[in-house]
């Protein structure tokens, strides 16, 4: 594939060296300048994303750029004849992802969310033995999504600029990959939902280091930054229920002291019950009546069409960037005319942007609202 990044920032080396890894040509950087993108590495930089897609005419677009540029760039990316690969959340609003959604089907082109998580094999045994009805009728869902990016009252990353990210932080950032996962294994979407937002530090400062952004406005500190006032939520905490019945709760915080990237799943079924935390990704604890057993992974347990997501070999664990190649290479996959591949698809972006709304209005109106997805549009956006 010859692809293209768009967004300079540490997501984005995330993205080169998976394309480099999967044997893609980069033919072109865009960044938010010239030298931001020639310092990002040696394809051709632009700081002119459209120039650069009529001069390279990539195969894919990988879009790696603050949340408020997605539809955008996705858009004109599917116009000039590139797959996407965007970066979550797939834009900032349902309206947008309703747009790029059309955009992709009136060019034929494919949108694919960086879902990275359900690449982990772990994930995969455990969707493969929910639909075999291993845990019984599912009955329990609990966890959390747990991050100290920002715990530290200095730090400041470029959501913190007014319209960059969106109408979330904590949740659109993060727990947006919690409830996919969920929704991924389970095969059911969340229902309904009650959420409770928090700002734990209301007052950040831009200082202009690598991950802040450009110069937002702001009031000139003492310290030669600007102090920029946080309204987006560093802490969300939601009850929800699946439409099969299952009910629970998750926590997500982005100011979690000495959780780096803690991601935990708990399930409880008629039949038995499993955890998985992201941390130790290799392994599940799988519980039944006064037992439990600590599940190593296996190719064994995998459905045989999902055993080539199993990277190295038996004894040595597949981590985060084995996870997310297994995701671009079933992206790419896809986007090269292979039929049955399961990528994580602009409909299961828009699910999680209208479980973000939801809760963004249940937090502010202290109400439970509920999530209206067809069955026939979640088995789409699912590929079940």
């Known amino acids: 594939m010859r692809a293209a ?16 890894d999967l044997g ?45 540029f997605h539809a955008e760039q996705t858009i004109a990316a599917f116009r000039a004849g ?32 960086a879902y990275c998580y359900r690449g982990y094999p772990i994930v995969r045994e455990l969707r493969t033995r929910v639909r075999e009805g291993a845990f019984g009728e599912i009955w329990r869902v609990a966890g959390a999504y747990l991050s100290q990016d920002v715990f530290e009252t200095s730090a400041y990353q470029w959501h913190f600029t007014p319209g960059l990210c969106g109408p979330s ?37 831009w200082l202009g280091g690598p991950g802040q952004g450009p110069r937002p406005d702001g009031i000139p ?32 915080s982005v100011v979690s002291p000495g959780n ?28 039944g009546s006064g037992h439990k057993i600590l599940r190593y992974r296996d190719k064994s347990r995998l459905d045989p ?8 070999g038996p004894g040595n664990p597949d981590g985060y960037l084995e996870a997310f190649r297994t995701v671009v290479a079933e992206s790419w996959a896809a986007m090269q005319g292979e039929a049955g591949q399961e990528y994580p698809s602009f409909g299961a972006g828009l699910i999680g942007l209208e479980l973000v709304e939801a809760a ?15 069955p026939e549009r979640f088995r789409r956006a699912y590929q079940l």
């Not at 994303?49 to 677009?61: C, H, S, Y």
């Open 169 to 205: 932080y904590a949740l659109m950032d993060i727990g947006i990959h919690w409830f996919d996962l969920v929704q991924y294994i389970l095969g059911e979407p969340v229902e309904t939902l009650s959420a409770r937002f928090n700002t734990r530090r209301p007052k950040r400062t």
């Open 221 to 252: 500190g003492s310290d030669g930054g600007i102090d920029v006032g946080v309204g987006l939520e560093e802490q969300a905490d939601i009850l929800f229920s699946l439409r099969g019945g299952a009910s629970g709760t998750c926590s997500v």
């Open 82 to 113: 590139a797959h996407v690969l965007c970066e979550k959340p797939m834009a900032v609003s349902t309206q947008e992802a309703a747009r790029m959604i059309e955009a992709a089907e009136a060019t034929g082109r494919i949108g694919a969310v």
């Open 360 to 374: 963004i209005s249940s937090a502010s109106s202290h109400a439970e609202r509920s999530i209206e997805v067809s």
């Open 5 to 20: 990044i768009v967004g300079t920032g540490a997501i984005g080396r995330v993205h080169a060296r998976l394309i480099a």
């Open 305 to 312: 069409a999902e055993q080539a997501v199993i990277l190295t």
């Open 24 to 68: 893609g040509e980069l033919v072109g950087v865009c960044g938010r300048t010239g030298q931001a993108a020639a310092a990002f590495s040696k394809a051709p930089a632009y700081d002119d994303f459209n120039l650069m897609l009529n001069e390279q005419k990539p195969d894919v677009v990988h879009v790696c750029t603050p949340n408020r």
């Open 260 to 287: 780096a990237n803690h991601i935990a799943i708990s399930v409880d079924g008629s039949s038995a019950g499993f955890d998985w935390q992201q941390e130790e990704a290799a392994t599940y604890v799988e519980r």
